[in-house]
């Protein structure tokens, strides 16, 4: 595809229901990321991938944030018995090489009632 | 990674030229200045990056002073479609942060008709 690609666009979960997160980063892309934006702030890091290889996952909130990238181009996050304070913008970004522009996708917005 | 500081917000209107500052006192030898854009809805957009004096390309132009404490984005003769949230980033070295962005708050410009 021409960009990073996330869906769903919109997810609303209620708590303590399990959520997945998916993103599809530009072909041939070696690094992907994925960060979250609460309301009125910038994206924060969460995780990066090089390749299938989790490479940084320091800014995963809790152990009920969990990634994975099996084989090195999709992404899934996957948030278990979600909270309200789990509601934000979820960012999903990739980039040529780990040092390179990172471009982002649109985001999955998720709201927990 | 050095700290940065920029206005909150800012406004102008169509056709001037805006001109956004950011404090980074602490910036690393090595690191460069990055900025993105953000419209609402969006993922964070690269815009330009430097490591001192001054690049421009179709844009926008970037400048940094020899101490490299500071640096000012510019836009030329703005429109309203420049309303957006606009992010100074330093950006680390490889192999130290893995590509990993810090972003803050922003600067939300509001670009008035």
């Known amino acids: 595809g021409a960009g990073v690609s996330q869906s769903p666009r919109y997810k609303v979960a209620k708590r303590g229901q399990d959520v997945a997160l998916r993103c599809d980063p530009i072909?041939?892309?070696?690094?992907l990321f994925w960060y979250q934006q609460a309301l009125g702030q910038g994206p924060e890091f969460l995780t990066y991938?090089?390749?299938?290889?989790?490479?940084?996952k320091s800014g995963l909130p809790s152990d009920r944030f969990f990634a994975e990238r099996p084989e090195g181009s999709v992404s899934t996050l996957k948030i278990q018995r979600t909270q309200q304070e789990d509601s934000a913008v979820y960012l999903c970004?990739?980039?040529?090489?780990?040092?390179?522009?990172?471009?982002f996708g649109q985001g999955t917005r998720l709201t927990v009632v | 990674l050095a700290k940065t500081t920029q206005p909150i917000s800012m406004d102008s209107y169509e056709g001037q030229e805006v001109n956004i500052t950011c404090s980074h006192n602490?910036?690393?030898?090595?690191?460069?200045i990055t900025w993105y854009q953000q419209f609402p809805s969006q993922g964070p957009r690269f815009i330009i990056q430097?490591?001192?004096t001054k690049v421009t390309n179709e844009v926008a132009s970037l400048f940094i002073p020899a101490d490299r404490k500071s640096s000012t984005l510019s836009l030329p003769r703005v429109s309203l479609s420049d309303t957006a949230v606009y992010y100074c980033?330093?950006?680390?070295?490889?192999?130290?942060?893995?590509?990993?962005?810090?972003f803050g708050r922003g600067t939300q410009l509001t670009v008035w008709p």
């Open positions: 970004a990739s980039s040529p090489l780990v040092d390179t522009e990172a471009f």
């Open positions: 980033l330093p950006k680390g070295s490889r192999g130290s942060t893995l590509g990993r962005l810090y």
């Open positions: 072909s041939g892309h070696v690094s």
């Open positions: 602490n910036i690393a030898t090595n690191d460069y």
């Open positions: 991938f090089q390749n299938e290889a989790q490479l940084d």
């Open positions: 430097g490591y001192k």
